[in-house]
């Protein structure tokens, strides 16, 4: 089992930075995929970015390519999601998950853990 608990979130202007924290406890994860979705308003959960704890290879969604950063601490057993050039557009809820398969997976209802959310307002 693994818990999960987002923070960071808040509200920013159109360009500005945020970095969301996700801190994972429970049972050993080293094998999990790690994994930020987000959710606006009347829309769909969305993949954002993954990383494997094993090896650090990451994935992205081409909206946020090249603006956001996925990375872990394994000290720390926490992920961090930084966000750069943040635009009204990245507004939404975002959630950290993890997934027990082996290849990072933008599908939601492959993840198996979730945490509460986390609400990120970009104003224009």
């Known amino acids: 089992q693994v818990q999960l608990v987002e923070s960071g979130g808040g509200s920013v202007q159109a360009g500005g930075s945020l970095r969301l924290s996700c801190a994972a406890s429970?049972?050993?994860?080293?094998?999990?995929?790690m994994s930020w979705f987000r959710q606006a308003p009347g829309k769909e959960r969305e993949f954002v970015a993954g990383?494997?704890?094993?090896?650090?290879?990451?994935y992205y969604a081409d909206s946020v390519k090249g603006r956001f950063t996925i990375s872990k601490d394994d000290a720390k057993n926490m992920v961090y999601l930084q966000m750069d050039s943040l635009k009204p557009e990245d507004t939404a809820v975002y959630y950290c998950a993890a997934d027990s398969n082996w290849a990072i997976s933008t599908v939601t209802s492959d993840y198996e853990y979730w945490g509460q959310g986390t609400q990120v307002t970009v104003s224009s």
């Open positions: 990383i494997k704890w094993t090896g650090g290879r990451t």
């Open positions: 429970g049972r050993t994860f080293s094998r999990y995929v």
